[in-house]
């Protein structure tokens, strides 16, 4: 039955993608963040995301929209990165290993770049922030539901057979999507809407403390440290915070408290100690293949891990950091492109806040701008315990931040400026220009 109701909802939404390009964007966004097909049974491995990928690109295409595609910075880079892969591919170690990664790494990428191009405007802008947070939030309340009947005896886990079914992984977004959340929930004018997604954010911390994942827990303090330093009313903050986190802590087993405990003994860990063997087994590949590296996930091959450190290649583990995974995988050069683009990011977002005070900006471009700020930290530091390089949800974020960047500098021009832009670049002429627009601008 629930293969039906998928299959049926998938075509409606392929319908309106054929129309509505961006519409086909949010069912893929749906696909990758939540994975709907993977809950099923008779839909099991058959590539709907490759289909809804399909059709929103070629919808992309014909309907004409590609004609507004406008270079920035990070969109630059993301093309740029992609490129880097491609290369370190191409002179990689162990090419079929590798080529699973790159190929996946690849159709990411492709995805975020229409993410940055197609969420124009408010309303596309929200709704692909809505299906992001719907997504990682179902699953969040869910573990949240889980861990209260549980008693928090059990991991938090994700769904399984996805790129989240690990608890490390799965807090760690959930992590990223709290500031998301805020936004969201700032941005509401229904109070019902407001309630809701207050329950979602304590649910979420809920489910975070549930993973029993030392990473994920620092992600939360780490969010913690970061909302309450730049919020004006920190004491209400902070009295909120311990509300939320102070009753959920407790509820947790001795053995959770155990763990947490651990954070500070890092170096007698034997689990963290193999994923440092991996880290310097990746930083030794990249000394040896500075340029390209030696292709993605490379590093976990055995006889590729000895020709480096054969004492340390025993021990080692998976590598765990989003850092090291680049820098074995891409070498010197891709890694400085990944934080670059990382880096791009965080500053563009911080330069639109620190314009709140210009009356043509919009309120709610520089409020998305202060909490992307805050996603990005947070992901950034839960990133260094997590091999969630390829995950799309953080690298959505800073597809909208490169959007919002478009949108922020448009807000500048004279009225009429993004539809004389457009008529120099597309040949369909100026009634279709408004169609894609929208009627509301006026020419100059």
């Not at 059990?154 to 769904?159: C, E, I, S, T």
């Not at 006889?303 to 820098?327: N, P, T």
């Not at 934080?339 to 639109?352: D, E, G, N």
Request: proline letters at 3%.
């Amino acid at each position: 039955m629930r293969d039906l109701i998928l299959l049926s909802f998938t075509a409606l939404c392929l319908a309106a993608a054929i129309r509505h390009p961006f519409a086909g964007l949010l069912t893929w966004a749906w696909f990758t963040l939540m994975t709907p097909h993977q809950a099923a049974f008779g839909v099991y491995g058959v590539p709907l995301n490759v289909i809804i990928a399909g059709v929103t690109i070629g919808s992309y295409v014909v309907s004409g929209e590609i004609a507004k595609f406008r270079f920035d910075v990070i969109t630059i880079l993301i093309i740029l990165f992609a490129g880097w892969l491609t290369l370190a591919q191409a002179f990689s170690l162990s090419p079929e290993n590798s080529a699973v990664y790159h190929d996946r790494f690849i159709k990411t990428l492709l995805f975020v770049l229409l993410c940055a191009q197609m969420a124009a405007g408010k309303l596309r802008f929200n709704a692909l922030v809505w299906t992001m947070v719907a997504s990682i939030g179902f699953f969040a309340a869910k573990g949240a539901a889980f861990t209260f009947a549980t008693l928090g005896q059990f991991r938090v886990q994700g769904l399984p057979n996805t790129v989240l079914e690990d608890n490390n992984h799965f807090g760690i977004a959930v992590a990223t999507i709290l500031p998301l959340i805020l936004y969201l929930r700032d941005e509401s004018v229904r109070p019902i809407v407001r309630r809701g997604l207050l329950a979602l954010f304590c649910l979420a911390i809920v489910a975070i403390i549930g993973t029993q994942s030392r990473g994920a827990f620092l992600s939360l303090i780490a969010f913690s440290g970061f909302f309450w330093i730049r919020a004006k009313h920190k004491f209400a903050i902070l009295a909120g915070l311990v509300l939320v986190m102070a009753p959920a802590i407790a509820f947790m087993p001795g053995k959770w408290t155990e763990r947490m405990s651990t954070i500070g003994e890092a170096t007698q860990d034997a689990s963290f100690m193999g994923r440092v063997d991996a880290w310097v087994i990746n930083y030794k590949l990249a000394v040896e293949h500075p340029m390209t590296g030696a292709g993605l996930r490379n590093s976990y091959e055995k006889e590729i891990a000895q020709s480096v450190d054969i004492e340390r290649a025993a021990r080692a583990k998976a590598a765990h950091s989003i850092y090291f995974e680049v820098l074995g995988g891409a070498g010197f050069v891709g890694l400085l492109i990944y934080l670059t683009l990382f880096a791009t990011a965080f500053f563009t977002s911080w330069r639109i806040y620190l314009s709140r005070g210009n009356e043509k900006l919009a309120p709610w471009k520089w409020r998305f701008a202060y909490y992307a700020q805050m996603s990005l930290a947070v992901f950034a530091i839960g990133g260094a315990s997590v091999s969630l390089e390829m995950w799309d949800g953080y690298l959505i974020v800073i597809a909208l931040i490169a959007a919002l960047s478009k949108m922020s500098v448009a807000d500048g021009k004279p009225v009429g400026y993004a539809l004389r832009e457009a008529r120099l670049r597309n040949w369909r002429g100026r009634k279709r220009l408004k169609q894609l627009l929208g009627e509301g601008e006026n020419p100059a």
